[in-house]
């Protein structure tokens, strides 16, 4: 069920920098959990990193500590990912998803879902 909207995605240099964005207009970001997952040509999607509802802790995947940073805009009701120092290896279908698990996952098992944007890490 698709009822978020991503977008930010492009093509960059490697060592270059991109501001994903995540929102929606049916409801309230603010009392869901939040995930980012990428899915690359032939590979399985990936959790990448994701933020909770209650108290904005954050948790990543070890090939992006460091580098990404996921934050919340509560006002603007969008949930950003700010991905510094880019690689090829993150060359990426990029997917926010919603849910109201307890605590944010890296799994692929929340219920709502956008279409996702692209990201293209090349010289």
């Known amino acids: 069920q698709l009822q978020l909207v991503e977008s930010g995605g492009g093509l960059v240099e490697p060592g270059g920098s991109l501001r994903l964005s995540c929102t929606t207009s049916?409801?309230?970001?603010?009392?869901?959990?939040i995930g980012w997952f990428r899915q690359a040509p032939g590979k399985e999607r990936e959790g990448v990193a994701c933020i909770n509802s209650e108290d904005t802790s954050t948790d990543y995947a070890d090939s992006v500590k460091g580098r990404f940073t996921i934050s919340r805009d509560s006002a603007r009701n969008t949930i950003y990912l700010q991905m510094n120092d880019l690689k090829p290896g993150d060359t990426a279908i990029y997917y926010c998803a919603a849910d109201l698990f307890k605590r944010c996952l890296l799994d692929p098992l929340y219920g709502s879902w956008g279409k996702g944007t692209q990201v293209t890490v090349s010289s």
């Open positions: 049916l409801f309230s970001l603010d009392s869901s959990v």
